[in-house]
């Protein structure tokens, strides 16, 4: 197997992960760190922001719009707010890369400005869905083109009239919840936008406006803004992304031996779906120092290995682990037993197809993996070493190099340049934790030689 490609993960098999670790800050934090330092008054201080692409693409379309903005330097940023109609028109189009959240959330807080913007965004992002921003934008009286397929790139005509919206959304998303809150800040005439969700999503759009002193409402299962209000700059701390420490609170679990620690981790209630789903398959988690930072709770979370068997995955948890699916799969391919999930076919349309890609993988390693519509049923059993493709997919390159924790043999993964649009440095922190794991063309020095 020496014709791995560039970016290609080599994993060695066998191994445990020990000690202590903090993973790169929150995505979906940093992300709306920047956009809301940006339209707020005054100066914004972040600390632990991600420095992942993604974060970074919203970080560059604020300040093609304008917006001064120092660092990153070591999770350091400094935003000085324009206030919410101080942005300008870019000279480009915003590119954001692989970044659905940045181009469904700045879909909604750009609809209501003065002036025409262009998002685009790479191949994966131009096959994703955006009629799920775009109609209800459109309801609102935003005029926005996309592709005859609902896909970007996304034009935005400025200078219309945003109307207020009450809208009750067809599936539990955050990015579809927070692009329309985002665009109710900019509804004319003092009005008030709700957003009903079928279950609950991620709340950090919600806690952060009020961090910046913007009032939010809940009126039973909706959460509401009113127009007319302003943002006032604060002071944010990135907690570590639970999504990123995902892969090692499942890696903990099925090496034997594990012992590992995971500080600072963001535990938001509406994210914390993985840990209740590992506990149910008898994993071994303990939630230390539980503490609140800038309105968003944070705990060390220990992890050791235990023996797992097979749950039917409990369809409330879904929205709540929605980004773990991934490593989540591999425990399922670890435990005893079968495990099922159904109503997630949400994960269809990720970066990647991820029951399509996760199966496949799993398949090639041996495990009776069934996709199904909206799910998977995963039987346990021994994961053999070989090759796997991630489709260019962060989650599924870093879930199956946890896998070769329980491979007998080596593991290599493709197509894993993306790594770093949520988790830049994971290779020489996964080394850190016990994991044997080069990319091709860096440093292949500790794997045993011939073992790839
Ligand atoms: C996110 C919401 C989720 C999640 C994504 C980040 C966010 O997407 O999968 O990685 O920051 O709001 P959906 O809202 O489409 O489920």
Do not use: H, Q, R, Y
């Given at each position: 197997m020496n014709s791995a490609h560039p970016h290609a993960f080599l994993v060695a098999p066998g191994g445990h992960l020990h000690g202590s670790v903090r993973v790169p800050g929150d995505k979906s934090i940093s992300h709306r760190s920047i956009m809301l330092g940006a339209i707020a008054e005054g100066t914004t201080h972040i600390t632990g922001?991600?420095?992942?692409e993604d974060s970074l693409a919203t970080l560059n379309a604020f300040r093609q719009m304008g917006v001064h903005i120092e660092g990153p330097h070591h999770g350091r940023v400094t935003v000085q707010g324009v206030g919410l109609h101080g942005l300008r028109a870019p000279s480009a189009p915003l590119n954001l890369g692989n970044s659905g959240t940045s181009m469904r959330l700045l879909a909604g807080l750009l609809a209501g400005q003065a002036f025409d913007v262009v998002m685009t965004g790479d191949d994966s992002l131009s096959r994703r869905p955006m009629r799920r921003v775009t109609e209800p934008l459109a309801q609102m009286g935003a005029r926005i083109d996309a592709t005859a397929a609902g896909t970007p790139p996304l034009h935005i005509h400025g200078g219309t009239r945003l109307q207020a919206l009450d809208y009750v959304m067809p599936m539990a998303s955050a990015q579809v919840k927070s692009c329309l809150l985002l665009a109710g800040l900019y509804a004319q005439g003092d009005l008030t936008t709700c957003v009903t969700e079928p279950a609950p999503t991620r709340d950090h759009t919600e806690r952060m406006l009020r961090g910046f002193g913007y009032p939010v409402e809940y009126k039973s299962a909706k959460v509401c803004v009113s127009s007319g209000h302003r943002l006032t700059a604060t002071s944010i701390d990135v907690p570590a992304d639970i999504s990123s420490a995902a892969f090692f609170m499942v890696g903990a679990s099925i090496a034997a031996g594990s012992d590992l620690t995971l500080e600072h981790?963001?535990?938001n209630p509406t994210r914390t779906g993985v840990i209740n789903i590992l506990r149910l398959m008898g994993a071994n988690i303990e939630i230390l120092r539980e503490r609140e930072i800038g309105g968003e709770p944070v705990a060390d979370i220990r992890v050791r290995a235990s023996r797992l068997r097979g749950v039917v995955i409990p369809r409330d948890q879904v929205p709540l682990a929605i980004d773990e699916f991934p490593a989540l799969f591999i425990a399922a391919a670890c435990a005893d037993g079968e495990t099922v999930l159904t109503g997630a076919e949400e994960l269809r349309v990720k970066e990647s197809d991820r029951i399509q890609v996760m199966a496949d993988g799993l398949l090639a390693l041996g495990i009776d993996a069934r996709p199904t519509p909206d799910g998977m049923i995963i039987r346990g059993s021994s994961l053999s070493g070989g090759r796997v493709n991630s489709h260019g997919d962060h989650r599924i390159a870093m879930a199956f190099a946890m896998a070769a924790l329980r491979a007998s043999g080596p593991i290599v993964i493709d197509?894993?340049?993306?790594?770093?649009?949520?988790?830049?440095?994971f290779v020489e922190l996964a080394r850190r934790a016990g994991l044997t794991i080069d990319m091709t063309g860096v440093d292949h020095s500790s794997l045993t030689p011939g073992s790839i």
């Open positions: 922001f991600l420095e992942g981790v963001g535990i197509d894993c340049a993306n790594v770093a649009t949520s988790f830049p440095g």
